[in-house]
C-alpha cells in the first residue's frame, strides 16, 4: 500500500472518520503502511485520514528521554473514545499535515481513552504527559478537527500568512 501525507489546506482533513468493523487484513496492510511513513517523516502520531483513509484509526510513538522511537513503543488505536479528561497543560504542537508550524495548544492534562487493537481487543489506558496531549491531537483529526483550528482569530490569521508564505517558498525551490 502505497501512502502520501495529505497536508493543509486539503479538505479531505475535515473529513469525520468511520468506525472500524472488519478488524482485517486490509486494515492491518493499512495499519502497517502508516507506521514507516510516520517514522520517515518524523512524526510521533498520525491518523489514517492524513493518508485520505478516513477510519478511526491512529497510530502513536512517543520518544523516550533518549529520542528513541523502538517499534516495541508503537501504539495503534481503533475506534478510540476518550472518556475521561481532567486538568489543563499547554504544549507547543505540531503536525505532519501542517508542515513546519507549531504553536501553544491548551489541551487536558489527564485522560483514559478505550480503544480497541488491530485485533478487535477491547482496551483501557490512562495517560497524561505528551502521551495525553498526542491522543487527543490524534482523535480530533478523526473528526476532521486540525490543531489550527484551536488558534485564536488573530493567531490562525497569523498561522494562514505564515503558512501561504511557506508553500510559495516551497513551489519556488521545487
Ligand atoms: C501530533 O505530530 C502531536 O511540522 C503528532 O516539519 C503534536 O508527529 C502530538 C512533524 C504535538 C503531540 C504533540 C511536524 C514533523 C511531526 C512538522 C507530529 C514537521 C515534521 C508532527
Ligand atoms: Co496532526
Redesign the pocket.
Known amino acids: 500500500m502505497k501512502l502520501t501525507i495529505v497536508e493543509y489546506p486539503n479538505k479531505k482533513l475535515k473529513e469525520k472518520s468511520l468506525r472500524v468493523e472488519k478488524f482485517d487484513s486490509e486494515l492491518h496492510d493499512l495499519l502497517d503502511a502508516m507506521y514507516p511513513i510516520?517514522m520517515e517523516?518524523?512524526?510521533?502520531?498520525?491518523a489514517a485520514i492524513q493518508v485520505a483513509h478516513a477510519k478511526q484509526v491512529l497510530i502513536l510513538n512517543i520518544p523516550e528521554e533518549d529520542g528513541e522511537q523502538p517499534y516495541e513503543n508503537l501504539l495503534e488505536m481503533i475506534n478510540p473514545v476518550i472518556t475521561h479528561k481532567s486538568g489543563t497543560t499547554t504544549?507547543q504542537?505540531?503536525?505532519?499535515s501542517?508542515?513546519?508550524?507549531?504553536e501553544d495548544i491548551t489541551r487536558y492534562e489527564n485522560i483514559t481513552v478505550n480503544y480497541q487493537d488491530r485485533d478487535g481487543n477491547t482496551k483501557t489506558l490512562e495517560a497524561d504527559g505528551?502521551l495525553s496531549?498526542?491522543i487527543q491531537?490524534?482523535v480530533d483529526h478523526l473528526n476532521g478537527i486540525l490543531?489550527i483550528d484551536k488558534l485564536s482569530y488573530s493567531r490562525r490569521k497569523k498561522f494562514e500568512k505564515e503558512y501561504k508564505k511557506l508553500q510559495k517558498e516551497k513551489k519556488r525551490s521545487s
Not at 517523516?41 to 498520525?46: E, M, P, Q, R
Not at 504542537?93 to 505532519?96: F, I, K, R, S, T
Open positions: 510516520m517523516s518524523n512524526g510521533i502520531g498520525l504544549y504542537e505540531g503536525c505532519l501542517v508542515p513546519q508550524f507549531y505528551l496531549i498526542a491531537h490524534e490543531f
